[in-house]
């Protein structure tokens, strides 16, 4: 089997946008609307939901979240959509963070990169109020 080079399709609507962001193992999908509690696990891990709403074959697309405390510094993690083909849908998973605050609110932050030539990116990030609890 060989290994072949994949390059983004040109041309037509270019663009990403954010689908979900959900909190595991519980499953629980993080509201922008309200304050979220997360109960904090040794295994606590975000996965986030992009999809490619443009005509366009998208790729090596950069995924941002960020923890941002009241009491502490900031947790940051990045990591990188591979390939996308419109109307695709692809999860990237966040896990392995230090400690948190407990008891005060906090914002965790996603943003996905824009994509060369994407012009609607206010479908691009999202700020959830989170209270981290223990279990």
Do not use: C, H, W
């Amino acid at each position: 089997m060989s290994i072949r080079s994949v390059t983004p399709s040109q041309g037509g609507l270019r663009g990403t946008n954010l689908v979900s962001t959900k909190v595991f193992p519980q499953g629980q999908e993080l509201s922008t609307t309200s304050t979220n509690t997360v109960t904090v696990r040794t295994n606590m891990s975000f996965q986030v939901t992009i999809e490619n709403s443009g005509d366009s074959q998208e790729a090596s697309i950069p995924v941002t979240l960020t923890i941002q405390q009241a009491n502490g510094p900031d947790i940051k993690k990045t990591a990188r959509i591979g390939f996308i083909s419109p109307g695709e849908q692809k999860t990237v998973s966040f896990s392995g963070f230090p400690a948190v605050n407990f008891g005060s609110t906090a914002t965790v932050k996603v943003e996905v990169q824009p994509v060369q030539g994407e012009t609607k990116t206010d479908n691009n990030s999202a700020d959830y109020s989170v209270i981290f609890s223990v279990a």
